[in-house]
């Protein structure tokens, strides 16, 4: 629910309402003991819902979702307006460029309907955004920034500056801070980051192919580094999919430059013809790439979520899975002490120590595995080559190898959806 006038305490207050904050907001509305709560959400966007779903640019940008998020979304009760608009994946093909390994991982093998799916970013926030406007429970003030934060006794002292309100404080038990990569509240709580640059920026952009792909997508590992294609929908008659290629920092102005028909020779070369012709790109979009992991992810009264937690790869699609999983184990430790009577624990360090060790597994593996994979894959080294090569033929061949491997790319390496 929209709201212009704020109220002065909140037992919960998000800031931020992109993907993470959004989702985390209403994982928490469908679960027992939140209408104990005062909950605010802040966005520094118009968090507009105009943005209705009126048609597909062809440069749609996109987000692969693992069956786990699949999940995640029926328990926040937005699967049923996702789906409609999702392509599903239901076949990922990975290769190496130059050499023979090669696995197919599938989701009949692993009993599902899909392996994930991808998702047009516009459609994903339109969803979110509508069930944020539509709850009765969650206070959301937007356009407004929050612009400081001071930890008290028991929460924290917030100050939001809205259109309609100029300058609001606010009290709140508990502080989410989802806002993103560039996080000045971080900042001004002194949360330092610890960043490793990979070197490499991702080149995102649309393309499209003569054949149909069938709900595959593809993991490619090629000489510039590591290259995904994901299915999209259909478009004019055209068989469009989304394409985030690794490319070394020193190749990038290079491969930038090319026009369109150059650069799609260049990348029909790395990427064969199991698709056949590549016939278009649309516009080129490039993103430094680091890994960046915040080294704390609670105070007392403050938790950070999503990218501000841990930005990772984006050629593993992992980072709004894993936030998402993270979301979902946080509105359940709300919810429990919302239920037991007792909401003065949400911002408790110690209670909020339960997340942490909830999560703390899945955060290691999930970003081991993004961030080692991806290296291996990006060296050239002829004995990597030859390993990862043995690795991908034993994965193929061997299916506890190959279930491993096809249960990180569905997300489900947390104990709950491992059941
Ligand atoms: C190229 C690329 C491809 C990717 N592909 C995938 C993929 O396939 N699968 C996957 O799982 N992940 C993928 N990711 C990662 C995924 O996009 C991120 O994990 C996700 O977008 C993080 O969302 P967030 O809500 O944390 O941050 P954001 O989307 O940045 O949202 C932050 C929000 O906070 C608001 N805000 C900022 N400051 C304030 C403030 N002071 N007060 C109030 N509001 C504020 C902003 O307006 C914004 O709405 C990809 C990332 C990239 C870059």
């Not at 290079?254 to 990427?271: S, V």
Request: aromatic residues 6%.
């Amino acid at each position: 629910m929209l709201v212009e006038s704020l109220n002065t305490d909140y037992d919960l207050v998000i800031a931020g309402g992109g993907l993470v904050g959004g989702s985390f907001a209403l994982l928490l509305n469908a679960l027992p003991g939140h209408q104990h709560l005062r909950i605010l959400l802040v966005d520094s966007s118009t968090l507009s819902i105009e943005t209705t779903f009126t048609g597909r640019p062809y440069d749609a940008r996109s987000t692969a979702l693992s069956w786990g998020s699949r999940l995640i979304f029926e328990s926040a009760g937005l699967w049923n307006d996702l789906e409609p608009g999702l392509e599903a994946i239901r076949d990922i093909h990975v290769s190496d460029k130059g050499h023979v390994g090669a696995a197919r991982l599938n989701s009949d093998a692993m009993n599902v309907d899909a392996l994930g799916y991808v998702a047009e970013n516009t459609h994903l926030n339109h969803v979110i955004t509508g069930a944020l406007m539509d709850s009765a429970h969650i206070s959301v003030c937007a356009p407004a920034s929050i612009v400081k934060v001071k930890p008290v006794q028991g929460g924290v002292l917030l100050m939001v500056e809205s259109g309609t309100q100029a300058m609001t404080q606010v009290s709140s038990r508990l502080l989410v801070i989802a806002d993103g990569g560039r996080s000045s509240l971080c900042e001004q709580l002194g949360i330092t980051l610890t960043r490793k640059p990979y070197g490499q920026h991702a080149l995102i952009s649309n393309i499209s192919f003569e054949k149909p792909h069938q709900s595959c997508a593809f993991e490619r590992f090629t000489d510039t580094g590591p290259l995904a294609v994901l299915p999209l929908p259909d478009l004019d008659g055209e068989h469009r999919a989304a394409l985030v290629w690794t490319l070394e920092d020193a190749q990038v102005a290079q491969i930038m430059a090319l026009p369109d028909a150059a650069f799609l020779a260049a990348l029909q070369q790395r990427f064969g013809y199991r698709l056949g012709r590549l016939t278009r790109v649309g516009e080129r979009v490039l993103y430094p790439l680091n890994l960046t992991l915040a080294d704390e992810q609670i105070r007392p009264g403050v938790v950070l979520l999503g990218n501000v937690a841990h930005t990772l790869h984006p050629v593993a699609g992992q980072g709004l899975n894993l936030a998402l999983r993270d979301a979902r184990e946080l509105a359940d430790i709300i919810s429990d002490a919302a239920v037991s009577g007792t909401p003065e624990l949400i911002g408790d360090y110690q209670w909020l120590q339960r997340y942490v060790q909830r999560q703390q597994r899945d955060q290691r593996q999930t970003v081991f595995f993004s961030d080692q994979v991806t290296r291996l894959f990006s060296n050239n080294n002829p004995l990597l080559a030859l390993g990862r090569n043995i690795g991908l033929m034993g994965m193929d061949l061997i299916p506890p190898a190959k279930q491993w491997f096809s249960r990180q790319a569905m997300g489900m390496t947390d104990r709950r959806i491992d059941g």
